[in-house]
């Protein structure tokens, strides 16, 4: 455990700051005052686009390298075509730090609200592939813009960016009580790619005997995550499908407010990047609408990978509390949440 902190903070665009404020005001009330807190703070995102026309300059990347972690608001706007930050900016940090664990737990907690009939007891982590899929850009288009334009978007996967995932999933399932990991792909279509990941897992699961290994097609996955998602524990999956299944595990467990994730490099390498789910959401940006529980829960997520495991609990008990107490009919303020779990986690 190192003795302080040395953060990055990225707001980035539409409710990331209002959000991101928050983060910080529990991650100061939580940390004992040994733990020095230093934080810089990165003007990235459509703000700087419109004025420079710079997404992520070689220097800012450089800087970043210094840092612990990185925790992120959100980026994106509508005044910026679409894909310009994704790609120049999120996804850039992703691959240049070489994020290839995407971890994002979902639980349902008590009182929270679930589409779902009953309340089923949902507890599992998607560990989503970060740096390869169909989200590395490789393809093109011809005849681009005619009615004979063809379009391709090449997912990429490799022996060594498979097998490091898949060895982080079976490490992260043998640390959990329930010891299981299914393995999502869509094998019976994408034969190549469905290959590597299931021989891969397969392989992996001999040096793991007590970890009970399951396999799923994605389109099955979406229907069990909706009619059992209690059979879920560590899930791991491509860049792509875990996008994907992860919205839908946060539909389920009290929505985009609540989902947090890493962007984690296990090897140290790089310092890894927190960040709630959700967007920029610029039609609330400003309101005081948004709720800050995701980017809080993402700085919990932040402390344990940087070795703070007991503020790490602190917050998810007061995360926990706070929910319990909260009633859908009485909205609070992003502030007003972000005191409340200040207050909670204060030693
Ligand atoms: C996410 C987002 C990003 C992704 C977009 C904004 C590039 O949807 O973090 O899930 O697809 O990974
Ligand atoms: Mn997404």
Redesign the pocket.
Known sequence: MASGINLAVIPGDGIGPEVVAEGLKVLAAVLPSEVKLETATYDLGASRWHRTGETLPEAELERLKAHDAILLGA??DPTVPSGVL??GL??KL?FAFDHYV?LRPSRLFPNTPTPLAGRPDIDFVVV?E?TEGP?VGNGGSMRTGTPAEVATEVSLNTAFGVERVVRDAFERAAARPAKKLTLVHKNNVLVHAGHLWKNTVDRVAREYPDIVVDYLHVDAATIFFVTQPERFDVIVTD??FG?IL??LAAAITGGIGLAA?GNINPTGAFPSMF?P?H?SAPDIAGTGKADPTATVLSVALLLRHLGYQAEAARIEDAVTADLAERDAATPRTTETIGDALAARVAN
């Open positions: 980026i994106g994704e790609r999120l996804l992703r995407n989503r970060g989200y860049n792509l996008d992860t919205d994730s960040e789910v967007g």
